[in-house]
Each structure stands twice: as structure tokens, then as C-alpha cells.
């Protein structure tokens, strides 16, 4: 009898088991429920991080997220800093995006040949690398440009950072959730 109650159990839940993960992927509201509640939230390291600026060019639009350098249990020594163009009618066959990422004065243009997806760079500084990823999407491109961690001397990063690096010490909503910390709205 207990074995036949056994195994009654264990054909009962993996009966139910395909039913709830049918369940959530196609109720989304349930989804998005248990998703809050238990704080769960899409990794930068995916998503390119929120987006800290957005510049509007009349025929396109620009998105630049904030520099990521999150890693599992800390950050990482290297990170990126995700840019994105999106056509309001279209977009340029080239696009010039100058970007100052430590508020350092330190500024550098992004050009991105939206016919073949190459990128350059023009007065490079030291802390990013040099080959980017791009992406191309139906209705625009992404270019994640890495960077290495550390990019402003000692004294400056010591004090309030300026530019999209300091937007996320200014902003407390863009500045990472530790591990177990749930995020207060």
C-alpha cells in the first residue's frame, strides 16, 4: 500500500510539473507575479545594463547604457559599456556617437558604418578595447565596446563620478543589487 501511495506521488508530480512551466510561459501575468516577488531581474551582463542617456538625432535615436562590469559574485576587472541606435525614419550610413564614460573629459567617438556593421574609434583612450561586438537587429544595431576596469586615475575615482559611470552612483535605481538584497520601489 505505501508503495503504491509512493508512486502515486511521484506520477503526480510529473504530470503537474510540464503543466506549471506550460503554465507560466504562457500566463504572464503569473509570470511577471513570481518574478517580483521573489526579486528576480534580467543579469546586466544580458540586458547591456539600464540605460543611462538617450539622444535623439531626428532621423535616429541613440541609447547608452551604463558601464558594466558585474560578475556572479563581484565585479569583474573587465566590463563593457553597451551603445545602441534605433531608426526613428532611418538611419545614416554612418553614425558618430561621442562618448565620455568616466565624466573625465576624456571623450572618444564611436563610428558605426551602418551598411556593413564596422565600428572604429577616433582618440581612444587607454581603458577601452579594441574590438567591439556588434550586433544587428531587425530595426537597428548594438555595439558593446569593452572597457577595462579603472579607467580614471586614483584621485578621481575617489571622489563623485561624473559621466555614465557616476550616473549610476547618482541614481540609486541603476546601482547594482547585491546578492539577496531585494530592490525597494
Known amino acids: 500500500m505505501a508503495l503504491k501511495i509512493k508512486n502515486t506521488g511521484?506520477?503526480?508530480?510529473?504530470?503537474?510539473?510540464?503543466?506549471?512551466?506550460?503554465?507560466?510561459?504562457?500566463?504572464?501575468?503569473?509570470?511577471?507575479?513570481?518574478?517580483?516577488a521573489f526579486g528576480l531581474r534580467i543579469s546586466p551582463r544580458f540586458s547591456g545594463g539600464e540605460i543611462v542617456r538617450t539622444a535623439d538625432h531626428g532621423r535616429y535615436r541613440t541609447n547608452i547604457h551604463r558601464p558594466v562590469f558585474n560578475g556572479l559574485t563581484g565585479d569583474r576587472k573587465t566590463g563593457f559599456i553597451q551603445v545602441d541606435w534605433e531608426p526613428v525614419t532611418s538611419l545614416p550610413e554612418t553614425i558618430r556617437e561621442e562618448l565620455d564614460i568616466y565624466g573625465n573629459a576624456e571623450k572618444f567617438i564611436v563610428i558605426l558604418n551602418s551598411?556593413?556593421?564596422?565600428?572604429?574609434?577616433?582618440?581612444?583612450?587607454?581603458?577601452?578595447a579594441e574590438d567591439p561586438i556588434v550586433s544587428h537587429f531587425h530595426s537597428g544595431w548594438a555595439v558593446r565596446i569593452g572597457l577595462k576596469k579603472g579607467g580614471r586615475n586614483k584621485e578621481e575615482r575617489e571622489g563623485?563620478?561624473?559621466?555614465?559611470?557616476?550616473?549610476?552612483?547618482?541614481?540609486?535605481?541603476?546601482?547594482?543589487q547585491k546578492p539577496g538584497e531585494s530592490r525597494k520601489r
Open 10 to 36: 511521484y506520477a503526480w508530480a510529473a504530470l503537474t510539473t510540464p503543466a506549471m512551466i506550460l503554465m507560466l510561459m504562457y500566463n504572464e501575468n503569473l509570470s511577471r507575479a513570481l518574478i517580483s
Open 160 to 176: 563623485d563620478q561624473g559621466g555614465l559611470a557616476g550616473a549610476a552612483q547618482r541614481n540609486p535605481s541603476l546601482q547594482s
Open 115 to 128: 551598411a556593413d556593421g564596422t565600428v572604429s574609434y577616433e582618440n581612444k583612450p587607454f581603458y577601452v
